[in-house]
C-alpha cells in the first residue's frame, strides 16, 4: 500500500521553463490537496479537488493550474516558472469526515533559477 | 493578521521534559483541532485531533483547547529524542473543506 506518491522528488527550472508534479494515491479517496512550504510560512493551500471532476482554488493558486485527471491523480502544473515558486510541495488526499484526516506525500523539491 | 499564528521555535529541550506547543488562531467558526507532525524531509502526518473546548490525551500526548482564548496547545510528557519533529497546529471550521494550517513549531529533544 503506498498511499500518496510524488514525481519528481527534485526539480530544478530555469525562470520561464514550465513542468507538471504528479500525484498518486491508492486510499480511493474523494477529495486531493496541493500546498507549497516555505521557511516561516507553513502550509498553503494552492488548489484542492474535492472529488473527481472538480478544482477549487485555495490561499496562492496563481502561476499554478491543476488536473483531476481520475480519481487517483492530481497534477500541478507551472507554466511559466518563477523565481518565486522555489519551494516544496506535497500532495495530499483525504477521504473527508469530521476531521477530514489528510495523508501526505514524500514532497517534491523544486528550485527555479 | 494570519487566521492561526504558531511560534515558529526553535525550541530545544532535554529528554524527559514536558513540552509545550502552542497556536492561536482569530476564526471563531474554528471546531475541529488538528496537529500535525512532520520530520524532516517528510510529509506531515496527523498526531492528534480534538473537536471544540477541552482535552484529550493520547499517550505521552496531551491536545487542549480553549475556544473563549482562542488558543491551541499540545503537550508532551517524558519527551525523547525521536519527539524530534516540527508540529503543525491544523484547525477547521464545521463548514470547509480545507485546513488553515500553522507555520508549525520546530522541536528538538537533546539526548
Known amino acids: 500500500n503506498a498511499g500518496v506518491t510524488q514525481t519528481p522528488k527534485f526539480q530544478v527550472l530555469k525562470t520561464g521553463q514550465s513542468m507538471t508534479l504528479q500525484c498518486a494515491q491508492d486510499?480511493?479517496?474523494?477529495?486531493m490537496y496541493w500546498y507549497r512550504q516555505d521557511p516561516g510560512m507553513g502550509l498553503r493551500l494552492i488548489y484542492y479537488?474535492?472529488?473527481?471532476?472538480?478544482?477549487d482554488k485555495g490561499e496562492v493558486p496563481n502561476g499554478y493550474n491543476v488536473s483531476r485527471l481520475n480519481k487517483r491523480e492530481f497534477s500541478l502544473r507551472l507554466e511559466s516558472a518563477a523565481p518565486s515558486q522555489t519551494s516544496v510541495y506535497f500532495c495530499?488526499?483525504?477521504?473527508?469526515?469530521?476531521?477530514?484526516?489528510?495523508?501526505f506525500g514524500p514532497g517534491t523539491r523544486l528550485t527555479v533559477l | 493578521q494570519k487566521e492561526v499564528e504558531q511560534d515558529p521555535g526553535p525550541l530545544s529541550v532535554p529528554e524527559g521534559a514536558i513540552v509545550s506547543l502552542n497556536c492561536t488562531y482569530s476564526?471563531?467558526?474554528?471546531?475541529?483541532f488538528m496537529w500535525y507532525r512532520q520530520y524532516s524531509r517528510k510529509g506531515p502526518e496527523l498526531l492528534m485531533y480534538?473537536?471544540?473546548?477541552g482535552n484529550k490525551e493520547d499517550g505521552r500526548f496531551t491536545a487542549q483547547v480553549d475556544k473563549s482564548s482562542k488558543y491551541i496547545s499540545l503537550f508532551i510528557r517524558d519527551s525523547q529524542p525521536s519527539d524530534s519533529a516540527t508540529y503543525l497546529c491544523?484547525?477547521?471550521?464545521?463548514?470547509?473543506?480545507?485546513?488553515?494550517f500553522g507555520s508549525g513549531t520546530q522541536l528538538t529533544v537533546l539526548p
Open positions: 495530499a488526499s483525504s477521504s473527508g469526515g469530521a476531521y477530514n484526516e489528510q495523508f
Open positions: 486510499m480511493n479517496h474523494n477529495s
Open positions: 479537488s474535492a472529488s473527481e471532476g472538480t478544482t
Open positions: 476564526n471563531s467558526a474554528f471546531q475541529y
Open positions: 480534538t473537536y471544540s473546548s
Open positions: 491544523a484547525p477547521r471550521s464545521g463548514s470547509a473543506r480545507q485546513l488553515t
